[in-house]
């Protein structure tokens, strides 16, 4: 099985708008939304849900009134500073426990707390499998590894060949979760120094747990200097060059109908369709699309 | 007086929360603290190019084990929510990267057997351009957790000034560190589907978190409209709205914030440091 991650550094650079139209140019693939906090690839496709399930994090601790002398070794303990006054803020505790161990009235227990919710949908493209995480939750990185392994299980009961995964931006924990042991990542970026800035952070990631990379410059016409510049560092750090996707009013227009590109007759689809074929040859070097 | 912090954020990344932040803090008439706190990708300084003069390193600390007092009883790696430590007979083995500094095993080791090491996590970088005092974070390559480095940011406000945040995309963690203590949240948009979804889940973060917020909509075009229509019915003022523009997007593409591009925005970002410094006025009489 071959996995594709997109992703992007930077948020904003037309990443899901660009999945979504990859989607619509092969057949046998699961897609999975790995951007739990603010996921959007569904809006493109129109899902229809068949399975939701709930996600938990790691339980939090809640402290029982009744039971607690007011001694405070909790809070001298919590190196999160999430207790105050012997009343736990739910948003600060990471769920280590520490304080419930240590508690001498035994006042403190740590309670399940559901952080978000995972789907398996239908689409016209195919099965899509994407989450939503609560908001101020944490464990980001943890619900985008049980969408993954979800996408992987979905796929080979189907027999699917491809998984083709939106990823999150940044480079933390939710990006780490989402490149482990992926087939191919693309990043897609755009001609600012903003781009360019996180694209060199990006590279640096992927090349730092071992995930081999390809890049592809959206809008690329906004600034043709900084394009040029962005394929110099591919050239240098030998990644290879996915190609060019010029600025579009249709993308806009596209996404504020929740329709991807390829559905919208836009002026770039022969630029997307090309990446996606320098993508494809790259992922499966020794088959025809 | 007292500080205003202000938090500039958005639940998708790429709206223009960085241009916004920066602009703000170009357009104040006093001094501005800024602090980038978008630490995996940090790029306000590329337009606000500040001269960078001081650099910190954060660091966690992590378990250290003393083989020679430790008895491979177990405990510690029982203990350890987030399987950063694993014993077998006679070693026991620590993952750093999964290590959360929670502090369990070296508080509860029987044998007193674990000190500490400290792992290095990202910088702080500080420095300055014209009236504004600048402070950045920068998440090291292949770690997972910012939090720590937000947070040290923070400790880094001085009492009395305007104080600009600029927020990472998202709704988890990293943003609460970031908006907690804030006296207001602006959050930038773009009239898209996209746009309204993820607005409205940074919202609920908001609204999580009690804080007074506002919406500027950015690359503003005529043909979405739900965007302002859940600004009314959530009661969200929209402070601004910035058209979309090509002009816009060229200057910040070779790192010119919109400011500078078109001065006359100067005014516009004014009366929205001026709105929000008077309903956090407001909020403080009104609540001692
Ligand atoms: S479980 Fe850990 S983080 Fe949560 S309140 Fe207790 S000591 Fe703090
Ligand atoms: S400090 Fe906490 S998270 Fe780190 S290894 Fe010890 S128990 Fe685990």
């Not at chain 1, 909790?74 to 999160?80: A, G, N, Q, V, W």
């Not at chain 1, 940044?170 to 970026?189: D, E, K, N």
């Not at chain 1, 090349?207 to 110099?232: Q, S, Y």
Request: hydrophobic share 40%.
């Amino acid at each position: 099985m071959k996995e594709l991650v997109v992703i992007s550094g930077k948020g904003g650079t037309g990443k899901t708008s660009i999945v979504a139209s990859f989607a619509s140019l092969l057949t046998n693939k699961v897609m999975v939304d790995c951007d739990v906090d603010a996921a959007n690839l569904h809006l493109l496709l129109s899902p229809k849900i068949e399975e939701r399930h709930q996600f938990y994090s790691l339980p939090k601790a809640m402290i029982n009134r009744e039971k607690c002398n007011g001694c405070g070794l909790c809070e001298d303990t919590c190196r999160f500073e999430a207790i105050k006054e012997s009343t736990v803020n739910p948003l600060g505790c990471e769920g280590c426990a520490v304080c419930s161990r240590i508690c001498p009235e035994n006042a403190i227990e740590m309670v399940d707390t559901v952080a978000g919710e995972w789907f398996k949908s239908n689409t016209t493209y195919g099965p899509l499998v994407h989450a939503r995480l609560g908001a101020a939750q944490e464990n980001s990185g943890k619900l985008v590894t049980m969408v993954r392994s979800q996408a992987a299980k979905t796929a080979k009961k189907l027999g699917y060949d491809y998984i083709i995964t939106d990823g999150p931006p940044g480079i933390g924990c939710p990006v780490i979760a989402s490149i482990g042991g992926a087939s191919l990542s693309l990043i897609i970026t755009e001609p600012s120094l903003s781009g360019i800035h996180d694209l060199e952070r990006t590279i640096d990631l992927l090349e730092f747990f071992g995930v081999p990379a390809m890049v592809c410059v959206n809008r690329w016409d906004i600034c043709p200097e900084n394009t040029e510049h962005i394929k110099e560092i591919c050239r240098k750090r030998k990644i290879p060059f996915a190609g060019k996707i010029a600025y579009d009013n249709m993308v806009m227009l596209a996404a504020s109908r929740g329709k991807s590109v390829v559905e919208m007759n836009s002026r770039i689809i022969d630029e997307i369709i090309k990446v996606w074929e320098k993508v494809f040859e790259v992922l499966c070097p020794n088959m025809k699309l | 007086m007292e500080n205003t912090i202000i938090t500039i954020a958005s639940g998708k990344g790429g709206t223009g929360k960085t241009t916004v932040a920066s602009c703000l803090a170009m357009s104040a008439r006093q001094t501005v603290q800024f602090l980038d706190c978008d630490v995996e990708e940090p790029n306000a300084h590329i337009f606000l190019k500040p001269r960078l003069t001081r650099e910190e390193a954060v660091s966690l600390d992590i378990p250290h084990v003393d083989h020679n007092k430790c008895s491979f009883c177990g405990r510690c790696a029982e203990i350890c929510m987030f399987n950063a430590l694993a014993v077998l007979a006679d070693e026991v083995l620590t993952f750093p990267e999964l290590c959360h500094s929670c502090g369990g095993c070296w508080t509860l080791c029987p044998e007193k057997a674990i000190t500490t090491n400290r792992r290095e996590i990202g910088l702080i970088k500080s420095g300055s351009a014209e009236n504004i005092h600048f402070t950045q974070g920068e998440l090291q390559v292949g770690t997972a957790t910012s939090p720590p480095i937000i947070k040290a940011m923070k400790k880094t406000i001085q009492k009395n000034s305007l104080v600009i945040i600029d927020a990472p995309p998202g709704t988890s963690c990293p943003v609460v560190e970031t908006m907690e203590g804030s006296d207001f949240v602006l959050l930038v948009t773009e009239p898209t589907a996209m746009g309204l979804n993820d607005l409205a889940i940074a919202l609920q973060v908001v609204r999580v978190l009690d804080i007074p917020c506002g919406v500027i909509i950015n690359r503003g075009t005529d043909v979405y409209s739900k965007v302002e229509t859940f600004c009314r019915e959530n009661n969200l003022p929209v402070l601004m709205k910035i058209a979309v523009d090509r002009a816009i997007a060229e200057a910040y593409a070779m790192g010119i914030p919109a400011v500078e591009a078109k001065p006359e925005l100067r005014e516009d970002f004014r009366k929205v440091l001026n709105h929000i410094k008077g309903v956090t006025a407001g909020e403080r009489t009104c609540c001692h």
